[in-house]
């Protein structure tokens, strides 16, 4: 299912969408494929597939390791794009949305690696370290291939370059509500909230939000803030690091999360006017 | 120069909570650097503070075992030991201009770090340091500086906790406050507009050449010789002779251990171009894009990247590049302190080990200025226990 279809389902049925942010290959790749399922069958709508990198500047210390982890095992950019087709053989009909940082396709060549994720079965690509200033490239290449750029608004954004992001960006528009990077953090700060609702100001386009969600109760707040969804990742690394040798144990733990933080996307919107 | 593009290297790689802050420090730069007003304090603090000019010192002893004529530009002789003062002191005059309280930094030589506490205490400004754990032992000498000095000292240890990762976290950090804090950034890396505020501070050192080297010979150089790894120094020397095409340029880097197996830091010799810290750099990676750590037994030269101008002027060879690998710089220390009585920093002994190296290259007549970043001190128990063990 395409971005646009999974924002319209999620309307009609009067919800909000829920993104898990999972990098793939922590600690080995037969978790990760078994994490993604148990998001997906227990609330995930999309998936935010992160292809590791080693020096992730927009990361905090929680996939910080989970990065080193994943390389350290050999998880490598062809091996992670595998691994979105494993999820289409599964029947997983979400949408996909990979995460990098702009010197895996650099490297790779942009177009070749958008073309191979969108044959992998991808709609769209997250690369925090492009701003619209150098997002010329991503954006034409994405056009040939099909995939959408996901552009970033943070609190530090200006009204000017507002303008500039929503007039450039398709698919949805990825909200950080806190100066700083990922991680869990015990309470989502009003500059979540304020800035989902003056990004809402500017534009239809659907927003998630992300940076620091972890509780049902910050899903529910910015979705009844306006954004279409909640975007959580360290939370659920969280659980699993902790016990790495044997992470399927985490998995009902895990679930339970998804479940949460699911119905808070639900309960948000419900709670709307 | 447009965008902070030298030629496929540069630009502006960084999320979207830091763009509005570089577009606001670029304006501040361009808008305060050239008044008469900064441009005074500037000069100021340098001749009064920091001790500039430096010296254009003609090594005789240095230059005859060499086979041609060689000045050493004395950085050295700046305030703290290094030239890394000139880009701190005018870096804090522009974080008061821009009402910023604070200033973080990192530093992998201590050099930077030192020269940055200096710079804060005499404009007023807290100061954070972040350095990788690794040269906290290794510099130890320096990080007490910079402690006396009052400023707080941050270990990294993610990574290999060295320069690389002291980068990645104090950009993290700056991520969190960077509407009160100015990241002080040490070297010419970095997304724009650093490297340009970087090599404009810097270019100091090459204005002075101009004139020291006119007065003493009549004439431009025919070749400077610098080493470096973001390639500030470097570029602070080359930047006013750029235009002059017979000045030859030589820009020494970290050949480490070896070539081989991650034990060096020589990106133009076995890195490409790659994203890393906000700019595309010449950058040690593996074939999947995941940077490579360096290697180097110069912590101020163990770092994947080469800033993106000086990645431009290789590239496009208006400078040539070289390496020394650890071993050479060593005996380079022993040279420099035999035949002038100086003990060099690691880092500079890799400019001074290129010329050892390669004798053939430099004429007789020929008229080097050798860019000598900085004095030994720091690295006087490294360099003792390498003549000990070896
Ligand atoms: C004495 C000295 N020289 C050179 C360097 C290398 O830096 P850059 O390439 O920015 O000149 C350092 C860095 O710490 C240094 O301390």
Known sequence: MNLENKFRELQNKGEGAHMPHVYYGDPHEEFSLKLLETLVENGADIIEFGIPFSDPTADGPTFQAVCERALENGMTPSRCIEGIKKLRTKGIDNPIVVTTYYNIPYVMGVRKFLDKIKQAGAQAIIVPNVPVEEADVLLAEGKKSGIHPIFQIAPTTTEERLKKITDIASGFLYVIGVEGVTGVRESLGDSTLKLVQRVRKHTDMPLMAGFGISTKKQAAAVVLAGANGAIAGSAYARIYEKNLKNPETTLPEITKLVEQIKQGCIEGYKQRK | ?390
């Not at chain 2, 005059?93 to 604070?102: A, N, P, V």
């Not at chain 2, 251990?257 to 700019?279: R, T």
């Not at chain 2, 999947?288 to 060879?317: C, H, M």
């Open chain 2, 1 to 390: 120069m447009k965008n902070g593009k030298f030629g496929k290297y540069g630009g502006q790689y960084v999320n979207e909570v830091l763009m509005p802050i570089l577009i606001e420090l670029e304006a501040a730069f361009e808008k305060h650097y050239k008044t008469p007003e900064f441009q005074d304090k500037l000069n100021t603090l340098l001749r009064d503070y920091a001790g500039r000019p430096t010296p254009l010192y003609h090594a005789k002893n240095f230059s005859k075992l060499i086979g041609c004529k060689v000045y050493l530009k004395r950085e050295d002789l700046v305030c703290g030991g290094s030239h890394k003062l000139n880009n701190a002191l005018g870096q804090a005059l522009l974080t008061k201009e821009m009402g910023k309280k604070r200033m973080i930094t990192e530093t992998a030589a201590g050099q930077h770090g030192l020269a940055t506490a200096m710079a804060g205490n005499v404009c007023g400004l807290e100061t954070e340091v972040f350095m990788g754990v690794k040269d906290i032992k290794r510099q130890a000498s320096n990080v007490k500086r910079i402690k006396l000095l009052g400023a707080k000292v941050t270990p990294v240890d993610i990574g290999m906790g060295v320069l690389k990762d002291a980068v990645s976290d104090t950009l993290r950090k700056w991520t969190t406050c960077s509407q009160t804090t100015h990241y002080l950034m040490g070297s010419t890396v970095g997304p724009h507009p650093y490297p340009e505020i970087v090599a404009t501070f810097q270019s100091v050192i090459g204005k002075e050449i101009k004139k020291q080297i006119v007065k003493k010979e009549d004439k431009l150089p025919d070749t400077i010789v610098a080493c470096g790894s973001g390639g500030s120094n470097a570029l602070g020397a080359f930047r006013p002779f750029i235009k002059e095409k017979d000045v030859r340029l030589i820009f020494v880097e970290g050949g480490g251990e070896s070539l081989e197996a991650d034990n060096s830091a020589a990106a133009f010799k076995i890195g490409k171009p790659g994203v890393l810290h906000g700019a595309v750099m010449q950058v040690l990676q593996d074939e999947n894009g995941q940077i490579k750590p360096s290697r180097t037994r110069a912590a101020g030269l163990n770092y994947p990247g080469r800033g993106p101008e000086i990645s431009g002027l290789v590239d496009s060879r208006r400078a040539k590049s070289g390496s020394a690998f650890d071993n050479e710089v060593f005996e380079a220390v022993k040279v420099m302190a035999r035949t002038e009585g100086l003990i060099p920093a690691l880092e500079t002994a890799h400019a001074i080990a290129y010329m050892v190296n390669n004798k053939d290259e430099f004429d007789k007549n020929e008229v080097v200025v050798l860019n000598y970043s900085g004095r030994g001190d720091k690295d006087l128990e490294t360099i003792m226990r390498y003549f000990n063990e070896s």
